[in-house]
């Protein structure tokens, strides 16, 4: 792979080079400290001293409501208007990883245009991070990115070391050479094997991911469940901010005036009540345990069988987000046999039900 | 990064084929029998499916829901449904008359597995709306009557006038290369010489069953499946040769929404058809 | 589009006790105000116009609650003349903030307030949600109701559908909004307890969600108060929040609650 070298004083020049009418998103901090990805003009607002978005990046790719096409009396047209070039910057490992098992997803048996076109048109500039608490990629091993991105930079205070990962990442370089350093000196080397290593050491949350499939099956029917379904608030933030979650819904919204019909498509979530109804009234599945059960095998054992590795990507947003501390982290350790301590393992027994 | 932005999705899987209804007819007070044609011809004839299969259709201002074929494929170019009012799509739907639009998917979901069919005696069992995705598999073993063993029909309603597609199947019971046993819960008609119980009180009519050689097909409403699969397991037909299809909520059909996931097995994709020994590895099923 | 009247949906909106912001967010779609008197003949609409007709009607959107004996009658004779009645925002579907309070609260205030003075015209009676009198066929909820539900649910009734409802809650599009938890910071928010729709309008400016598009489908109360009382807010608090907008809908679950805990 090539590696070059970007001064950090030539970073905004390069943004500017290289973005000309896509739309560059990046992490930016909103007033109460936490990140999110936003597009912007003024590269000031960047900041890249974060550990997690509050949304992952797919609402980059897929938002949480777009048309998906336009339906009249007999004619029916697709709507790839949300679709357009567009630079995310300041990327994840744990997120680049979450796309690459998307890609999987969304290119099985089937393919999904909405995705498979939006990510056609992305260029991918992946940054390195350093682990909070909650960080669980190393544990899942995605807390490193082999391919995925067409450049990634990696902090080494005042320079960026960046690793080219794609032959667009290469042509993306030529549009400014001048501002790369080709040669790395020793010392570069250096810092770079030594920041990798201080951050192995940095992660505090191990998890046992390769234990999950098994215990998932061994416990299906283990009283953590039903505990886990007292405190549920089926608010469906678990699943609105996983980077690998999917699930839509299809709305057909008339437009007031006209004979035709937008056909939306937007996010759902398989915790909310409203998930497994069908017409008539019926839902197979109106336990919350039942619920946060499918959410879980999804998580920590389907993937596996089929792509090779778990959904779960580490990110560890659905930590940071659930009030009640049900996520990955303490579920996953309850299955493990831990003990945890959290809300919902110290909520009253005699809860009304 | 300016070169223009073109989309070049060749095909979207998502985008429905305008087709319109050739006839529509009340079955029952809540069940319409829908016979559509893709509006394009070619696309008409050239519309593959399998018996089990699944297709989306639209209905302008109300959405989109899944629909079991009822048709065979041995009969191409007209598809059929059979179509309980439930929700919004299908209250649309019933309003709607001949040579109306909708729009049309698919086909979609595994189907039935024809060729490890073929040869063998095949037991069908269906009870209410059940009739929808059997009467495909009905048809089918009756246009490929050459391929199969015997043929057995068992159908139950709860009274003569909920019986989907009674004329039709009285008729085809009167064929003498199929064995046909209809029955309904009770008869309010006193009209009714057919049997009268539930759809189990059949199974003692079933005379040499060989049960290596039989597969059972069966579908109908939750409660019946217990009954009946007991029946299949008295008379000891391998689980694998038993089977079923379910139906769950769908919004794509093509394994992307995620709504009719059971454990981690899409009914869109791997199913709605699954033998008796697939379920008993579904845990959220039992 | 239909220029024959006979052919168009026939809808009357009417207003039993409330603070009629339901209707007024009707007046407020303006860009739609035209094509939605185009698309269908509003026979009644007292905010609106003054040409109003009590006859047979399509659709009835009932806002407010019921809190009179002439209401009782005026919504009964409605339900005769409508194929479709709707509860039209949260004083029609839970009771609003009149219908908090238990009947013997009830009986107590009125008192206070107007003594044992005789009313001429009609008696008052304890608020309730319009469902509590007439069978109701649809439910928007919402204090207001929100033009997107609203518009939604007329493009979709001139088309002879139902609105596609989704009873998540408030959560959800305060997710989408990426702001952060308040329940996180410890703040009483309702966001998981109340039906969304209104774009978590509050939560978005810092301010915890109060419940005014009443209680959402399956919302886990009891977790929620468990929640706030660890935060260190006493049952009482936590009670006359949760109770503000769901009117008599959540009166039972205090009940059961109550007994539990003494």
Not at chain 1, 28 to 55: G, M, N
Not at chain 1, 83 to 100: E, M, N, R, T, V
Not at chain 1, 225 to 232: F, N, Q, S, T
């Amino acid at each position: 792979m090539k590696i070059v070298k970007l001064k950090k004083d030539n970073l905004f020049p390069f943004l500017e080079a290289i973005k000309g009418d896509a739309e560059l998103w990046a992490p930016v901090k909103k007033d109460d400290a936490k990140h999110t990805f936003q597009p912007v003009d003024d590269f000031s607002q960047i900041d890249l001293d974060y550990t997690r978005t509050i949304l992952p990046p797919r609402k980059i790719l897929l938002p949480a409501k777009f048309n998906m096409y336009q339906a009249s009396k007999s004619e029916f047209t697709s709507d790839f208007s949300h679709i357009s070039k567009k630079i995310i910057f300041g990327i994840h490992p744990c997120d680049i990883h979450a796309f690459l098992t998307m890609d999987k997803f969304y290119s099985y048996e089937i393919e999904d245009p909405y995705w498979l076109e939006a990510r056609k048109n992305l260029v991918l500039l992946g940054h390195s991070c350093w682990p909070d608490e909650n960080c669980m990629c190393k544990s899942t091993n995605t807390h490193v990115v082999e391919e995925g991105y067409d450049l990634f930079f990696t902090d080494l205070e005042d320079t960026y070391v960046v690793w080219i990962g794609s032959s667009r990442g290469d042509d993306l370089i030529r549009e400014k050479p001048e501002l790369f350093e080709e040669d790395l000196t020793d010392t570069d080397i250096q810092k770079f094997i030594q920041r990798r290593e201080n951050r192995d050491k940095a992660f505090t949350t191990e998890i046992n991911f390769a234990a999950m499939p098994d215990l998932m099956e061994l416990k299906y029917n283990d009283a953590l469940w039903e505990k886990l379904g007292d405190a549920c608030l089926a608010c469906g933030s678990c699943t609105n901010v996983c980077p690998t979650c999917n699930c839509y819904n299809v709305e057909d919204r008339p437009v007031l005036g006209k004979d035709f019909s937008n056909i939306q498509r937007c996010w759902d979530a398989c915790t909310l009540e409203n998930y497994s109804g069908v017409a008539g009234g019926e839902n197979f599945r109106e336990k919350r345990a039942d619920r946060l059960k499918l959410w879980y095998t999804h998580k920590l054992q389907s993937y596996i069988s089929k792509y090779g590795k778990p959904a779960c990507v580490g990110c560890g947003r659905c930590v940071a987000t659930c009030p009640v501390d049900i996520n990955v982290k303490t579920v996953a350790q309850s299955l493990d046999g831990n003990e945890v301590d959290s809300f919902w393992d110290r909520l009253s027994k005699e809860v009304t039900k | 990064m300016n070169t223009e932005n073109k989309i070049t999705a060749q095909s979207n899987p998502f985008l429905p084929e305008p087709a319109r209804i050739v006839r529509t007819y009340p079955l029952t007070d809540d069940v319409h029998f829908f016979q559509v044609r893709i509006a394009d011809m070619e696309k008409a004839l050239s519309f593959r499916y399998e018996i089990g299969q699944f297709a989306m259709i639209s209905v302008l201002g109300a959405g989109e829901a899944p629909f079991s074929i009822s048709s065979t494929p041995s009969r191409p170019g007209l598809l059929e449904f059979c179509i309980r009012r439930a929700g919004a799509v299908t209250s649309k739907l019933f309003q709607l008359k001949e040579n109306d639009f909708v729009g049309i998917r698919g086909p979609y979901g595994n189907g039935f597995p024809v060729e490890k069919m073929q040869g063998k005696d095949i037991l069908i069992v269906m009870g209410g709306l059940g009739a929808a995705p059997l009467r495909s598999v009905l048809l089918y073993c009756l246009d490929n009557r050459d391929l199969f063993g015997r043929i057995i029909l068992l159908h139950g309603a709860k009274r003569p006038a909920e019986m989907l597609f009674r004329d039709e199947l009285l008729d085809i019971k009167k064929r003498d290369d199929l064995e046909g046993y209809l029955t309904v819960d009770g008869d309010d008609t006193g009209q009714w010489t057919e049997n009268v119980g539930v759809v189990t009180t059949l199974f003692p009519k079933l005379e040499n069953i060989n049960p290596e050689n039989t597969v059972g097909v069966v579908c109908g409403p939750p409660v019946m499946y217990k009954f009946v699969l007991q029946e299949f397991l008295k008379l000891d037909i391998p689980k694998d040769q038993i089977l079923m299809t379910l139906e769950r909520r769908m919004k794509c059909g093509v394994g992307k929404c995620g709504h009719c996931a059971i454990d981690y097995i899409y009914t869109c994709l791997e199913g709605p058809v699954f033998s008796y020994w697939d379920v008993t590895h579904m845990r959220e099923l039992i | 589009m239909s220029k024959n009247n006979d052919k168009k949906l026939k809808i009357g909106i009417y207003e039993l006790t409330g603070c009629a912001g339901d209707g007024l967010l009707i007046l407020d779609c303006e860009m739609e105000l035209v094509d939605i008197f185009q698309a269908a003949d509003i026979q009644s609409f007292l905010m609106a116009k003054s040409d109003n007709i009590d006859g047979e009607l399509d659709i009835a959107l009932v806002e407010g609650s019921v809190s009179t004996e002439r209401e009782i009658e005026e919504l009964k004779d409605i339900r005769k003349r409508a194929q479709v009645v709707v509860a039209f925002g949260l004083c029609a579907t839970h009771g609003g903030i009149q219908a908090r309070f238990s009947e013997e609260e009830w009986q107590k205030n009125l008192k206070e307030v107007y003594g044992d003075i005789e009313m001429s015209h009609t008696k008052a009676v304890h608020s309730k949600p319009i469902d509590e009198y007439i069978d109701v066929d649809l439910y928007l909820p919402g204090c207001p109701v929100s033009k997107d539900q609203f518009l939604n649910f007329l493009v979709r009734a001139l088309g002879g559908s139902p609105p596609e409802v989704y009873p998540n809650p408030v959560c959800v599009t305060c997710k989408y909004n990426e702001n952060d938890c308040l329940l996180l910071k410890g703040i009483p928010c309702l966001g998981p307890l109340t039906a969304d729709g209104c774009g978590a309008i509050c939560p978005n400016h810092n301010v915890p969600c109060y419940g005014c598009w009443g209680p959402a489908e399956g919302a886990n109360f009891t977790s929620e108060f468990y929640l706030l009382q660890e935060k260190g807010f006493d049952m009482e608090a936590i009670k006359k929040r949760m109770a503000n907008y769901s009117g008599t809908k959540l009166q039972e679950f205090f009940e059961k609650f109550k007994k539990e805990s003494q």
